[in-house]
């Protein structure tokens, strides 16, 4: 047996730990030949492929990034036909003539809606669900979300100390264009006295009320963490437009600070590890198993699968009744 594997969309900590589980499972215990695919879908499309072999899998499980390159190639765009090549079609010859039983993709929501369409055209897929954002329908967690927050938090907590000093609003902006759970998860953790996120509506003057009872109790600096898809003027990041309206409103001077992509660099934590080895020593049992289509998903502490066609175009959201937004807002933290 041979399989494919890929990664695409943007990359994450933990995308090489699941390449790694993946390819060691499938090598050591099932017997299973690895092409690794370069550049996402990019790479199905040219052939840009290599043997994986145990000495290409060493020293992964710490390491940012993908080994594979990724890409945000999208080939049943605009119905799968680009300049006169039908995409959908060469890659199913592609995957006839690289001779692969089955393809595993590891992406976002982008890269699921893909894997849903080639099972749809009879393709073998299976997929791993990742992203810095968290917002793939089915599983509890992705793997590269407990880094994000993680390099989030800590950039939450090193403002503390400077707001302090200078008795300042800090406004710190972390990514989340649809979805608010970097900026949930690292504003809790981090002690944020307001976190806005795209999935509840704020007003500036309930931020600016906030921020001033702060200071009556004596609390004279406040940390603001805000998603990147927040409603803005639309001319300015989220973090600028959010200080520039709170120095408006309660005329104390007001900084941000965009966090970028450095959360998304670098190494992931343990727990992204080991999620990442699990996610992908349970998709090749899936392939294993002839359960095609499918994407591997963590529930509680267990990792299960759920079908690509219930997980494509689907995003899970943060609603008002996740226990962190409501044990934040009993203890004070406004939402906006
Ligand atoms: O989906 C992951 C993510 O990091 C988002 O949080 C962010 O908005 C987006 O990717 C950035 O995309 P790009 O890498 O294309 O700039």
Known sequence: MRIGILTS??????????IRGVCKTAINHYGIEV???HSGFQGLLSKDVELLTEKSLS????MGGTILGTSREKPFKKGGIVDGI?????????????GLDCLVCIGGNG????????????????????????????????FGFDSAVSIATDAIDRLHSTASSHKRVMVIEVMGHKAGWIALYSGMAGGGDVILIPEIPYSVHNISET??????????????????????????????YIAEEIERE????????????IQRGGSPTPFDRNLSTRMGGHATELIV??????MITLKGNEISSISLSEVAGKLKLVTEDDDLVVQGRRMGVSFG
């Open 9 to 18: 969309g943007g990359d994450c900590p933990g995308i090489n730990a699941t």
């Open 35 to 37: 092409m690794g695919i």
């Open 59 to 62: 020293g992964l499980l710490n």
């Open 86 to 98: 039908n995409k959908p079609a060469l890659i199913e010859q592609n995957m006839r003539e690289l």
């Open 111 to 142: 890269t699921q809606k893909t894997a849903a369409k080639m099972t749809a055209m009879g393709l073998n897929v299976v997929s791993v669900p990742k992203t810095i954002d968290n917002d793939i329908w089915g599983t509890d967690f992705s």
């Open 211 to 240: 921020i001033i009872s702060r200071l009556k109790k004596g609390k004279l600096y406040s940390i603001v963490v805000v998603a990147e898809g927040i409603i803005t003027d639309g001319k300015k990041h989220a973090a600028e």
């Open 250 to 261: 309660t005329g104390i001077e007001t900084r941000e600070t965009v966090l970028g992509y």
């Open 289 to 294: 198993n002839g359960q095609f289509g499918r």
